[in-house]
């Protein structure tokens, strides 16, 4: 197999970006974003380990989870998980981060690029509150690029269309997988079960 090592060659696959498509990328929010994140329920956030392998997390909470602070900020909320601290672990070493907010039926998504820093400012945690739980930490990103991506992977895959969905019998529970992975001796149901547990209780 014959890969494509130069920036050259791959413009002669793909051609040059159109102006419309270099245009769009905008350096602040403006009212498109900020309506955008005020909607959104979701987004996975894209950051670079110490060995530079790129890692990717979903972030999911209530519409309009992560807030605009003004033009260039925006704050993402951290809740209890599995303590893994992959992302904010990250950032701590390499602050670039890229993120893509969806909505739930729409197409099109909201790309943002920027600089992350950490806080546990209880002022902005209190803030980003859910059920009376403050944010366990909160993620602040200096926004450098803002822009609409348009919606071509998203009718392809046709993401928001149930007709589509597989069952979700084609493939096992969390508890059978993890009993194969990692834990032969525990029975999946109980694995199951713990999750749904953990679920109901350390969401926020």
């Known amino acids: 197999m014959q890969f494509i090592e130069t920036a050259e060659d791959l413009r002669a696959i793909y051609g040059e970006a159109s102006q419309g498509a270099l245009r769009k990328q905008l350096a602040s929010l403006d009212e498109h974003a900020r309506k955008f994140l005020s909607l959104s329920p979701f987004a996975v956030i894209g950051s670079q380990a110490p060995n530079g392998m790129g890692d990717v997390t979903p972030r ?12 260039h ?22 602050p670039a981060v890229g993120l893509i907010f969806m909505i739930p039926g729409m197409n099109e998504t909201l790309r943002i690029n920027g600089m992350a820093k950490i806080t546990a400012d209880p002022g902005l945690c209190e803030r980003l509150a859910v059920n009376g739980k403050p944010a366990k930490s909160v993620i602040v990103i200096a926004v450098h690029e803002v822009y609409m991506h348009c919606a071509k992977a998203y ?26 992975q990692i834990a032969h001796s525990v029975a999946a149901e109980q694995i199951d079960e713990s999750l749904a547990e953990n679920y109901r209780k350390e969401l926020w």
């Open 73 to 94: 900020t925006i704050a993402m909320p951290d809740r209890p998980g599995n303590a893994r601290l992959d992302t904010l672990d990250n950032i701590l070493r390499n």
């Open 155 to 180: 009718i392809r895959s046709k993401l928001w269309k149930p007709e589509t969905w597989p069952e979700r019998s084609s493939m096992p529970s969390l508890g059978e997988i993890l009993r194969d």
């Open 60 to 71: 999911g909470d209530q519409p309009g989870f992560t807030v605009a602070l003004d033009d």
